[in-house]
Each structure stands twice: as structure tokens, then as C-alpha cells.
């Protein structure tokens, strides 16, 4: 107690040697604490994680495990000088400096969550097709450095309006200044976001056999502003991501069956017998297929110079190959089966009718 009062007796630039003990304990006392938690509780909390099918937890602890030794330091300092009566000016410089340290953690802990979420969705969504997920990665890195800067912007705001900042000007100034970038960027800008928009919603992905318009090809690479495609004549066609998202796009990759009809024309000499059987063998050609499926096959029209025979079937892959060969089997097998059974496949003829007069 005597130790105690003695110090509460020593006065030095206007704190007891008391508040100057208390002070610092204080700071050992949370920076001990602090880094406890830093190197025990939070080696321990990773090693649960890792147990985990989950990779969010790790995330998380990743993100407390890489702050900064100056955080820790100048959080104990911060609490710990606020027994003692300094300067106003110590307590701003500290402060300001607090301000500095927490924005910073707090923009980084933010980047790399959502770095997270981006890469998972753009990986997850892409595993399938790897040309895809590396043009995703590049599409992502480019992601990543705009939301740094949307970070750091908002990052400097806070930071400037907790120092008593008027930032109302400074924002209007930005968006009178984003307007103006805005509208001189305004195609190159819609090109971009458009690319934002083929990648999360998947419109189509590297290796698909896409028709816009007129023109169709497989897409070799989606950039930030255009999409590369090439065409079965094999020139590389260059469209802007604008185009692609404003325009309506077939994609072939995402066919899980294709439809076909044909008709079938035979004379009009066949016999109805002939006739009959037709549907039934068609349907037995069909079937044995692996990659067709047989729907049906029906006598419908009384053609100008052929009996019309409509048939419908479906190719199980949406793959142009397969889809050619398959109607390739079929045909020579139809071809084959008519010839054998006499039935005659009809062309364009004209029957000419002339009377003679007798005199």
C-alpha cells in the first residue's frame, strides 16, 4: 500500500507514477491476451477446420491469423494510454493511426471473402471445362482489382469522415466526375459488364457451338470485351460481348437431344400392303440405334407426284458428329430395306395426256 500510494504521489508531466503502471499494464496485459489468441486459440481453431468439409471456416481463420503485429500494438496502445491525461494532439495522432490499422484490416478481411465467394462460383461453375475456368481466372483477377479500388474508395471515405471530413462534396465531386467517365467509356464500359454477365450466367462457355444471327462457330475465347469465335469455314469471327448479350443465342452444347423429321415420298404404284408395313419398318431401323430414339412414322399427305410418309425421331447427344452419323446409318438402312422390298422412293415426274383426233 505504501508502494502504491507512493507512486499515486509521483506526478510526472500530469499522471501519477500509478496511471503510468496502470497504463502499462494494460498493454502487455491485451497484447499478451491478443496474442494468445493469435498463436493458441487460433492454431487450435485451424486444426478443427481443416476436420471440416467446408473450406469457409478456413477461410475465416486464415484472415485473423494474417493480421498485422501493428494492429495488435496499436490496440493495446490505444486502450492502455486511456487512463493516462496526454495532449490532445497524442490522442489524435493515435486515433488517426487506430483508424488507419482497423480500415485497412477490415478492406482485407473484405477483399479476401469476397475473392472467396467470386473464385468458388467461378470455379464451381466451371469445373467441367477447363479452357473455361482459366478464362474465368482472368476474368476474375480483373474482378479482384475492381473491387480493390471500390474498397479503398470506400475505405478513404470512412477514414475521411471519422476525421471530421466533409466527404458530401468529395462524393458528388466523384460522381460527377463517374458520370463524365461514364458517358465517355459508355460502349467499352457495356462491353465489360456484358462480358460479367456471360461468365455468371453462362450463357454459353469455351468449346460451345453457338448461332448468333446468321453466323454460328465454337466460342475460343470470351475476353473483357469481345468473344472470339470459330466458324465451320474456319476464319475467326470477333463479336462484342454488347452484341452477344442484346442478341438471341442458340447454343448447341447445352442441347441434350435433337429433334428431327424427314419425310419419305414412295410412287403411287405401291401397293397398300406396302404401304402398311412402312411405319413398322422404319420403327425396326430406328430402334437398334444406341443414339436414337424412335418416335414415329405416319402416312400424312397425298403428295403431287408421292405418297408422303412423315417420320420423327431423336438423337440422344448434342453433338454435330454423332448426330451425322447416326442419320447416316439410318438412311443407307431405309435406302437398303426399300430396295429389297420393291418399294420405289419417288421423284418429280409429270404424266402428259394426248388425244389424237381421228379424221
Not at 461453375?125 to 475492381?146: C, F, G, H, I, W
Not at 450463357?203 to 475460343?220: C, L, N, P, T
Not at 446409318?329 to 419417288?346: C, G, H, P, T, W
Amino acid at each position: 500500500m505504501e508502494f502504491i500510494d507512493s507512486l499515486k504521489n509521483f506526478i510526472i508531466w500530469g499522471n501519477t507514477g500509478y496511471d503510468y503502471v496502470l497504463a502499462i499494464i494494460i498493454f502487455v496485459g491485451l497484447l499478451v491476451i491478443l496474442k494468445i489468441f493469435q498463436v493458441i486459440i487460433l492454431t487450435r481453431l485451424y486444426k478443427l477446420a481443416q476436420k471440416t468439409k467446408t473450406d469457409f471456416d478456413d477461410v475465416l481463420i486464415n484472415i485473423f491469423k494474417t493480421i498485422r503485429p501493428p494492429f495488435y500494438f496499436l490496440i493495446a496502445l490505444y486502450f492502455g494510454i486511456k487512463v493516462l491525461t496526454l495532449p490532445e494532439i497524442v490522442f489524435k495522432i493515435l486515433y488517426v493511426l487506430f483508424l488507419v490499422v482497423i480500415i485497412f484490416e477490415i478492406i482485407r478481411a473484405s477483399e479476401k471473402l469476397l475473392n472467396y465467394f467470386i473464385s468458388g462460383y467461378l470455379v464451381q461453375s466451371n469445373k467441367d471445362n477447363v479452357k473455361s475456368r482459366q478464362s474465368s481466372q482472368a476474368m476474375m483477377k480483373t474482378l479482384q482489382v475492381v473491387i480493390r479500388i471500390i474498397l479503398w474508395v470506400v475505405g478513404l471515405m470512412l477514414l475521411l469522415s471519422n476525421l471530421g471530413v466533409n466527404v458530401n462534396s468529395v462524393i458528388a465531386s466523384l460522381g460527377i466526375g463517374g458520370i463524365a467517365v461514364a458517358l465517355a467509356l459508355q460502349n467499352i464500359l457495356t462491353d465489360v459488364f456484358s462480358s460479367f454477365a456471360i461468365h455468371m450466367d453462362k450463357i454459353f462457355q469455351i468449346g460451345d457451338y453457338i448461332v448468333v444471327g446468321s453466323d454460328g462457330g465454337v466460342v475460343e475465347k470470351i475476353g473483357l470485351k469481345t468473344t472470339r469465335i470459330r466458324t465451320l469455314q474456319g476464319e475467326e469471327l470477333v463479336i462484342s460481348n454488347r452484341e452477344l448479350t442484346s442478341a438471341r443465342v442458340q447454343n448447341f452444347r447445352k442441347m441434350e437431344e435433337r429433334r428431327i423429321v424427314f419425310n419419305l415420298g414412295v410412287i403411287y404404284g405401291t401397293s397398300a400392303t406396302k404401304l402398311v408395313a412402312i411405319p413398322k419398318m422404319v420403327e425396326n431401323i430406328i430402334q437398334p440405334e444406341k443414339l436414337a430414339r424412335f418416335d414415329r412414322c405416319y402416312f400424312v399427305e397425298f403428295g403431287d407426284f408421292s405418297l408422303i410418309f412423315e417420320v420423327v425421331l431423336y438423337i440422344k447427344s448434342p453433338d454435330y458428329e454423332d448426330y451425322l452419323k447416326t442419320r447416316h446409318r439410318i438412311n443407307l438402312e431405309i435406302y437398303q430395306q426399300f430396295d429389297k422390298e420393291s418399294i420405289e422412293f419417288a421423284y418429280p415426274t409429270q404424266t402428259i395426256l394426248v388425244n389424237k383426233d381421228e379424221n
